[in-house]
Structure formats: structure tokens, C-alpha cells
């Protein structure tokens, strides 16, 4: 059953793909190259470096994403305004060309902390079209029947990413410097620029007129929205931070830099396939429930990882994946599912904002836990307690509206 203003589609199975192939591309690239995908997971990855170099500690040096995270969230909902009246190309186009500025200026860094600081908040301005919103406003007005699956696919870019940045970042920065990897970044930024707008053209699907589009308050107050924006900050204040410290951890348990590579390339691959998995799963199987038995068994793998030790490594490295690439998924589903397509951009943008807020605050708590008591233990035992906690609150949303039983 179709959601409130959710348009019956004309177009089903194969033939939605073959019609919307183009656009499906774009966005995964998009993704893949975008500001959640790069900036953060680069910190990670040469975190040790800016701590040699700069003698900062890891809290302060995970405050730089936090703070790109935090004002990400604070535009997230006037992006989410934007994406439902302006064209797609304009606002990635923008969007990336600032990313790539931004990066290849990192790599001039000089150890002023506030300089660190602001370049992550103006970054988080300039380059915040190139974060998913948009992406997901273009895929849920393409597809209809297969939407679940094309938002799966999209977000594959993200998962990419999270495979090749461990794999080929780790050894190249080890021989060329934190510097040199960033100016790479940059021209990998650049470079993609062009393909993306190609493919995604100068479409408007879903853009709406402010007089069409249905205000969001009734969605608001709904016990539904609330749940889902619960269970969206538990689950990358859980698992944001493990990510971003997950190559720092495995290292302090006396994993060599290549292995410690390797196993981060397994979370990457895990967050491709559970985007995918997610996305065939919830085009047929209720979403709520796989949600609830994602986190669930992502709970399950930290909580062994955190007993076994590093010889669970993979487990650690399976659950961030599991986790991450589900999450964007369900919004953008569940999101047009209960609410329809008129207020999608709005409402995702405000659920986008709690994402972040979550992802925000994660990576400096485990950045405090490993300064203050030389483990990352604790919090692998708290993040499996938020996201068996998250698990129980998908179970108690309703059905879709239209459906049997809603």
C-alpha cells in the first residue's frame, strides 16, 4: 500500500531500475565522495599522524568532526527545505566543488587548534548538499515499488568508500603523509564533480510549490516520527564514534597498521552489503522488524568483541558496518512510508539533524572513555546496550499508514 501522498507508480521491478539507472549512479557516486563519507573517516585514519605532528590529544582531535557533525545538524532541516523546491544538480554541484576546496586546505594545516576547528564548521556549511538529503529526495520520488532496494543501492557509495579509504588511505599515509592524503581526497572530490551531475542531469522530481507541500506539524506529533528519532540517535551515538576510533583501537591491542587496515575494510564491505540487504529486505518484510534484527545482532557482535577481545576484532568490524548501513536506509524508507513525499525533504532533514546530533557527540565520549582510562572497552559495552535498546523501539512502531492493522 502507497503512503499518504506517495504517488502510485507507473513503472515496476525491472523497469524501474532501467528508467531510473542513471540517477540511482549519480546519487551512489554522490555518496560516495560526499561529506559524511570523507572528512570524518579521513580524521580517523590520520589521527595518530595530527597527534605526533601537533601533539593533540585524541578528544581534541575527534572534537573536529564532532563539530562538522554538529553543524551538519543544524542546517540539516533548512537543507531538507531546500531539497524540496530546488534542483538536485545545484545544490551537489555546489556542494562538492566547496568539499574539494575544503580538503585540499586541510592538508595546509599548521597546529592552530581553532583553525582545525573552524575549517570543520565552515566545511559543514559550504558542503553540506553533498550529504545525503538530496540524494534521498531524488531516489524516493524515481523509485516506488523498488524504493527500499534503489536507496540501498545509492547508499553502496558510502559502503565503497568505507572499503577502499582503510585499505589504501592506512599505508599511503603511512609512507606520504596526512598532508599528501588529503590533497588526494581533494582530487578524488574533484574529480568525481563532473560524473555526478552528468548522471544525475537537471531533474526536479518531488520538488514541490510552498503552496502544495503539506506542513509537517501532524507528522511531529506523531508517536511514530518520535520513536524513529529516538532510535536515530541511539544508533550512531552507539556506533559513530567506534568508527572513527576503530582503527586507533585496534592498534592499541597491538594489531600492525596493515592488518588493522584490512579488518577496517571488512566493516566497510559489511556496511555495503547490509545497505543492500536493507534495502531488498525492507521492500518485502516490514521495516521495523528488520531494523529491530539489525541492531539486535550488531548489539550482540560489539558485546563479543568487547569479551574476546581483538581476536573478535572482525565482529567490531561486521557490527559498524551492519549498523551504519542500515540506518540511512530506514529513514529515508520509513520516512516516506509514514509521511508521504510532499514533507519528505523537511522531515528527513529534522531526522538527518538527530542522526548527526547522535554521530556528533559519539566520537568525543570515545575519545574522553580511551584519554581517561587508556580502553576503549567501556564504551563497547555501552554501545551494545543503545542499540539492543533501539532494537526494542522498532518493535513498538505501528504499521504504514494504508496497511492491514494500521
Known sequence: MQAANDPVPGVGGLSEFAAGWRVLAGAALGIGVGIIALPAPAIGVFMRGLQSDFGWTRAEISLGPTILIVTLAAIAPLLGWLADRVAPRLIVGAALAALAAGLFLFSRLNGDLGVY???????AVAASGS???????????????????????????NGATGILLPLLLVPYAAAAGWRAGFVTLALVVALALPLVLLLIGGRREGATTAAAAAPPGDALRSRAFWIMATCFALIPLAVAGLHLH??????DMGIGPA???????????????ARILTGFLIDHIFAPHVAAAMMGLSAAAIAGMALLGPDAAVLGAVAIG??????????GYMTARYFGLDRFGRLYGIL?????????????????????????IAGLYAAAALL????LLFLALPRFPGEAGA
Do not use: C, Q, W
Open 117 to 123: 576547528y573552524a575549517g570543520f564548521a565552515l566545511l
Open 131 to 157: 550529504a545525503t538529503i538530496v540524494y534521498a529526495k531524488l531516489l524516493s520520488a524515481t523509485f516506488h515499488r523498488n524504493r527500499g532496494a534503489a536507496l540501498g543501492l545509492a547508499m553502496v557509495g
Open 246 to 251: 576503530f582503527l586507533s583501537y585496534l592498534v
Open 259 to 273: 592488518r588493522a587496515g584490512a579488518i577496517a575494510g571488512v566493516g566497510g564491505a559489511a556496511l555495503m552489503v
Open 322 to 331: 551492519v549498523s551504519l548501513g542500515a540506518e540511512l536506509d530506514l529513514i
Open 352 to 376: 538527518y539533524a538527530i542522526v548527526l546530533a547522535g554521530s556528533a557527540a559519539s566520537p568525543v565520549i570515545y575519545g574522553l572513555i580511551a584519554d581517561r582510562s587508556g580502553s576503549y
Open 388 to 391: 539492543a535498546l533501539s532494537a
